[in-house]
């Protein structure tokens, strides 16, 4: 991690961070080194050996010095506290603390508490002497590896120190825990616990957020605080368990944090769900994916719309048409502010950070700020250039929706032509009301402000255009009619910048023509404009500028295209990041293709590249000056699957053949849309049946929406208003909350919340929790397919849960969080009386596992851990509605519907990621010891997997593999024919040994398929018919030919446009 | 043909494109589109071939695939390769409906520069030639008076068609497209440098919408 942020260009300050935690970690090794009381002695008279006998002189003539100071002090100090000394010399008896780094009050007042009350105080740390940790600031390097830093020790505050010699007893200093950079940083999770904030700073509103946690964070280590004064070895395993805590807390917290200059946490380099997070806060993103929110809110009146338009034609020819284009006024600030009115007069802007050097932009600011030149748009420093007492607020997406949908409710029951252009804003046809439309507008904007609490602007003119350009002039917070014959007047002078449609590049156009106005363009000939700007924008400008704009108010546009782009935070440092970083951007692409019900034919990559010598960019993570290449393909049959488009982005990006180090920004899209209800006929099969998320959602929504209900509850409860810390039942649901949000925020991967049994080890992330399945069915499938499902489930629940919670000795990070979510979720469920002693186990567990060095590589850990331990979870939901199918979600019953609507607000609140190597191995129920390797099966000559084959423990394997060795040829049909006799006698094998060949096997005929699918198809072909042949005689060999035909016919359609004439074998005997 | 051309991509398609002749000979005879007596037995690469006896036939085959050597030839910029991506003998009914499709799909590695052996080639691609004789099961019998067609796919237009008179040769086919992707049946497969074929059939995908009786 060090390293990583230490060769970034941008962090001057964390690289010089991470070499201050280098040095800190040289000086606990010296020390390290074995005092030998000895060795030392004799080498007193002599010059010391050797650094380490130098150190353990220094640190014993230290403590001499120390003692010495001690006695004196407390002889001197006797007269002033006599009981004090004499009772149990001091508060901090037994207590020896190591100060590092600036604090307040100083180390050497601190030293002074410590001689005067009977602690002890270390020069230099050592995990054998120091109790305590005492610092205030830790650079982002320890913090994040807090654990190899402490030892294991508390971290406390220095306040820890004054307070208890205040309280002259020595107090827990689980409260005083270090929590970095709490005071200064806002925290993306305090706006999504949507708080109540009354005051109006930012920084009082993360403060409170900390004390929160601190609060339940004190409630959970509560039992054991009376006993932390009495003996030192409990307080070190709270210490265990708390510390762990914060590191987790850290991470998640990390995981939320805006990036300051000096914190390079959000990028794709440390967030592993980067794309989510980014979507989730993006705002660019909420408007985008606004429209389809929309159309699925309002669709009935939408059809009405079009189906009254019909009818309506005839009428407007002779009336007068009458539009009212209606706006809100700065509506990303007016939502925002509408809960503060102090802030009405005061210069407001929304951003999504608040450092004000930062490079963040501002996305939208309020009149007050415009008057001081702040515009949407700059950087957050500029405008604090312009305007220093600027406010800057944070985005609130979840009140967007609700007064975006307040907004459009309103004006559907005003008219019932409505034209939406964003969430903001939208025209409507009052043509046919009766009333005047002046009233119309004054009506609606009544209400929007008494609904809504922001205000709106009205325009009001006979065409679409007209009635932009009169809004413009009523803002803010007015209309303005513009009637026909004013039109020319008001035309004449107005800047031809202002009409819509005229962007930079023609604004530059006509200024070189010397036309600034509408009035200097209607001079111009229409040939003319045609001429210089092309025939459509021709027509357009000059239409334009005459007030002439024929469109009519009409429903929403399809959408073209459909994808996902992200341009900023893009730093790899290898391809895994990069591969990384693509499987989740196609998982974010596939669900709104899903969530639209589309699928695309033709796929294009777009890749931002860094360009020669670009420096490092003005703006944070931000792209920079870059190269843009693309590449697209039609395939012919539309996609929307995940797996398609990451091979074929997986192609073009190395098609590309760049350093990943100089992609700036990735893009991925789909054009020529094909609705998927015509595509998808026909290709159902039991795999894909179960791995549609669709299927998942319908079967899991309505477990989750209780559950989840729960915890909304007790947040809601909790926002509802501000917590009182005293009181216990406040603080029991903090204490659910938090977990909640810790786990949605650490990216660790879990959707569902149902009692402890919801993290479960799962190979594949769409099969359906076990106790969901309804018995009776199960009992009743062919064999062939309860095998399969066996197979599919195969570490059975129980053994998993236990033995997960029991002795396993895994050292994977993720799995600390899984147990740690595990015990929240409990205690999430459980009523609140429960919460208690479940935070107890959850110390436990922690415990355990913190005793083992974290480490993040896996390969040390036996095979068997990993089958059980594996951290695998399911994706049950999309993640916002945006995404959600609307054709399923318009089938539910209202009950599950009005729950799913509750479950997904605008924005994912819950938290889906799964960590897939590839795409295709979702019948293998284990996990590779090395995802690295998983792809070089057939690299080598003789190829990898003959290797690892023959030493494998597999009787099956080793045959294969000894048959491939003996044979010159390496193609896998001619090896697999050769084994043919030798397979079926050691076909009766355990289901641990089953399970792992099937697994092996598919792997080694996926990557084969893979491999040859652009030159071989006769050997790919020749392998599965061999398969199919022997299959009756072979189980292993039937599920491997029934897993891997679904990826070998998928990339003969992409190759070939066509399948292949096989098909999944459903043996139905016995 | 240009039996002097001696650099390695040229003798390469050469190879290729008097493969394709014998290829597309061996298939007629086999669909038995026409009468046996249409044919002779002839040895191309040590294999017992049929050829067509017919002037015609014989002509159009061998015009068809030789006048494909300069497409294999030419370089597609963007992959490498040869021009010419697939040849297909296709077989219609009267409708124009395609009803078997044997495909050749070629890729040609232009930028292989070292000497290329033709035994080598020719070894590889008389493996085509015997699997094709026993191939027969694999196809679907013909109803009457349906016809058939030799078709390229290229990787692109070539340019500047209008002037040159090898492209003008070639004109668009009437033969109608299936709607449904079809089912493939691989027959053999090669992929030695610089060379790469493979051989397959497609037939229409059963839930093809049929035209209708009336």
Request: glycine letters at 6%; charged letters at 25%.
């Amino acid at each position: 991690m060090g390293s990583n942020s230490s060769d970034r260009p941008s962090s001057s300050v964390s690289s010089f961070a991470s070499a201050a935690a280098s040095g800190g970690s040289l000086k606990r090794s010296r020390n390290r080194t074995p005092q030998n009381p000895l060795r030392s002695t004799t080498k007193r008279k002599s010059p010391f050996a050797d650094f380490g006998s130098y150190m353990a002189e220094k640190n014993r003539k230290l403590g001499a010095q120390f003692r010495a100071d001690a006695a004196s002090v407390s002889s001197l100090g006797s007269d002033g506290a006599p009981v004090d000394s004499e009772e149990d010399k001091g508060v901090f008896r037994g207590v020896s603390i190591f100060v590092d780094g600036f604090t307040i009050p100083s180390s050497q007042e601190l030293r002074g508490y410590m001689l005067r009350h009977g602690g002890r105080f270390e020069n230099y740390f050592s995990r054998d002497t120091v109790t305590h940790i005492i610092c205030s600031n830790l650079p982002n390097s320890k913090m994040r590896n807090l654990r190899a830093f402490s030892h294991g020790l508390p971290v406390v505050r220095p306040e820890w120190v004054l307070h208890s010699l205040a309280a002259n007893r020595l107090l827990s200093w689980a409260p005083y825990q270090l929590v970095h950079g709490a005071c200064k940083q806002q925290k993306l999770s305090t706006y999504f616990r949507h708080q109540s904030i009354s005051t109006s700073s930012d920084a009082k509103g993360s403060i409170n957020h900390d004390e929160e946690i601190k609060v339940g964070q004190n409630h959970s280590v509560v039992p054991t605080d009376g006993q932390t004064s009495e003996c030192g070895g409990i307080s070190i395993q709270v210490g265990d368990v708390a510390c762990l805590k914060s590191e987790e807390f850290s991470q998640a917290r990390d995981a939320n944090q805006e990036p300051s200059a000096s914190d390079m946490v959000h990028s794709t380099l440390t967030d592993p769900n980067f794309v989510e997070n980014y979507f989730k806060n993006s705002r660019l993103h909420f408007i985008g994916t606004w429209r389809n929110r929309y159309r699925q809110r309002f669709s009935k009146l939408l059809t009405g719309v079009k189906s009254s338009n019909e009818n309506l034609k005839c009428h407007s020819t002779k009336q007068k048409t009458a539009i009212i284009h209606i706006d809100m006024d700065c509506f990303f600030v007016s939502v925002i502010i509408r809960n503060f009115p102090d802030l009405v007069h005061k210069p407001v802007a929304v951003c999504h950070s608040d450092n004000p050097r930062g490079t963040a932009e501002i996305s939208s600011a309020n009149y007050v700020a415009r008057n001081f030149g702040v515009k949407a748009g700059i950087f957050v420093r500029d405008a604090k250039v312009c305007c220093p007492n600027l406010v800057i607020l944070p985005y609130d997406f979840e009140a967007y929706q609700e007064v975006a949908e307040q907004f459009y409710n309103i004006l559907h029951k005003h008219c019932s032509k409505v034209q939406a252009l964003s969430c903001d804003e939208a025209f409507l046809d009052v043509t046919e009301c009766d009333v005047d439309p002046e009233d119309i507008a004054l009506a609606i904007r009544k209400e929007i402000a008494e609904t809504t609490r922001c205000t709106a602007s009205a325009g009001i003119a006979e065409n679409l255009l007209l009635a932009r350009l009169a809004t413009r002039s009523a803002k803010p917070n007015g209309q303005r009619f513009l009637p026909s014959e004013k039109v020319e007047d008001y035309l004449n002078d107005l800047p031809v910048m202002e009409l819509p449609g005229i962007g930079y590049a023609t604004h530059e156009k006509l200024k070189k023509r010397q036309i600034q106005t509408c009035g200097q363009m209607r001079m111009t000939q229409k040939e003319g404009l045609q001429k210089d700007f092309g025939e459509k924008i021709g027509d357009m400008l000059w239409n334009y500028c005459r007030g002439i704009d024929n469109r009519n108010v009409g429903e929403v546009q399809e959408a073209k295209s459909i994808g996902a782009e992200v341009n900023w935070g893009i730093r790899f440092n290898d391809m895994t990041d990069c591969n990384h970083f693509l499987i989740n951007l196609c998982k974010e692409v596939s669900l709104r293709l899903q969530g639209c019900g589309v699928q695309g034919r033709t796929v294009t990559l777009k890749v931002k590249k860094r360009k020669q010598g670009a420096a490092e960019p003005l703006k944070f993570m931000g792209c920079g000056d870059c190269q843009n290449m693309s590449r697209s393909i039609t395939v012919p049959i539309a996609i929307d699957n995940e797996a398609a488009l990451l091979r074929i982005a997986k192609k073009f990006l190395s098609s590309f053949h760049i350093d990943v180090k100089e992609v700036r920004g990735i893009g991925l899209h789909l054009t020529k849309l094909e609705s998927a209800k015509i595509t998808r006929k026909g290709r159902e099969n039991i795999a894909v049946w179960l791995s549609s998320p669709m299927h998942a959602t319908r079967s899991k929504c309505k477990q989750i929406s209780q559950s989840d209900k729960q915890c909304d509850n007790g947040d809601f409860l909790f926002s509802s208003g501000p917590p009182e810390s005293g009181d216990l039942d406040s603080s029991h649901k903090l204490d659910q909350d938090k977990p909640t949000l810790l786990f949605q925020d650490a990216g660790s991967n879990c959707s569902s919340i149902k009692g402890a049994d919801c993290v479960r080890p799962i190979r594949s992330s769409v099969l359906p929790p076990l106790q969901d399945l309804d018995i009776d069915v199960v009992r009743n499938l062919p064999t062939e397919i309860i095998l399969e499902m066996d197979v599919l489930y195969k570490g059975e629940l129980s053994d998993l849960i236990s033995k997960s919670k029991g002795n396993n000795c895994l050292t994977h990070v993720c799995s600390s969080t899984v147990s740690l979510i595990d015990a929240s979720t409990n205690s999430a469920d459980a009523g609140i009386s429960d919460a208690h002693i479940d935070s107890v186990k959850l110390g436990l567990d922690s415990k355990d596992k913190g005793k083992m060095p974290i480490c993040e590589n896996v390969e040390s850990i036996s095979y068997v851990d990993q089958v059980t331990m594996e951290p695998k979870l399911f994706d049950l939901m999309p993640a916002s509605l945006s995404q959600a199918d609307a054709s399923v979600f318009e089938q539910m019953p209202e009950d599950v519907k009005a729950d799913v609507h509750g479950l997904l607000p605008l924005h994912r609140e819950l938290k889906v990621s799964k960590d897939f190597y590839t795409c295709f191995d979702f019948p293998s129920c284990v996990q590779f010891p090395d995802p690295h390797l998983k792809t070089h099966l057939w690299s080598g000559d003789p190829p990898w997997w003959v290797e690892k084959f023959n030493t494998s423990k597999n009787i099956l394997l080793n045959v294969i593999s000894r048959h491939a060795k003996s044979s010159k040829d390496i193609r896998l049909s001619s090896i697999l024919q050769s084994v043919a006799p030798f397979l079926l006698p050691v076909c009766e094998l355990s289901n641990e040994v089953y399970a792992e060949a099937i697994c092996w096997l598919h792997e080694l005929l996926a990557q084969y398929i893979v491999l040859k699918i652009g030159s071989d198809i006769e050997e790919i072909y020749n392998c599965f018919c061999f398969l199919k042949r022997i299959s009756p005689s072979s189980k292993i060999l039937l599920l491997v030919y029934n897993s891997a035909l679904p990826l070998f016919q998928a990339l003969v359609n992409e190759n070939y446009g066509g399948k292949l004439r096989l098909s999944v074998i459903q043996t139905t005997d016995e | 043909m240009d039996r002097k051309n001696t650099s390695p991509q040229g003798e390469t398609a050469r190879v290729l494109t008097e493969f394709l002749e014998v290829a597309v000979n061996c298939i007629v005879f086999l669909k038995g589109f026409y009468p046996p007596a249409a044919f002779e037995r002839r040895r191309y690469m040590n294999v017992v071939v049929q050829k067509a006896r017919h002037p015609q036939l014989a002509d159009y085959i061998h015009s068809a695939t030789s006048n494909l050597l300069p497409f294999v030839q030419k370089v597609f910029i963007l992959q490498k390769t040869g021009l010419v991506e697939r040849v297909n003998v296709t077989f219609y009914d009267k409708e124009h409906i395609p009803l078997e499709k044997f495909v050749f799909k070629i890729d040609v590695n232009q930028s292989y520069n070292s000497k290329v052996e033709e035994s080598d080639i020719g070894f590889a691609l008389r493996a085509f030639l015997i699997k094709l004789t026993v191939a027969k099961p694999a196809t679907k019998p013909l109803p009457p008076s349906s016809g058939w067609e030799i078709t390229a796919y290229f990787r692109a237009l070539p340019q500047g068609s209008s002037k040159e008179k090898e492209a003008q040769l070639w004109i668009p086919t009437d033969t109608k497209q299936w709607l449904q992707p079809p089912d493939i049946t691989p027959i053999k497969s090669m992929s030695s440098q610089p060379l790469k074929v493979q051989l397959y059939l497609e037939h229409p995908n059963p839930c093809e919408p049929k035209k209708l009786e009336e």
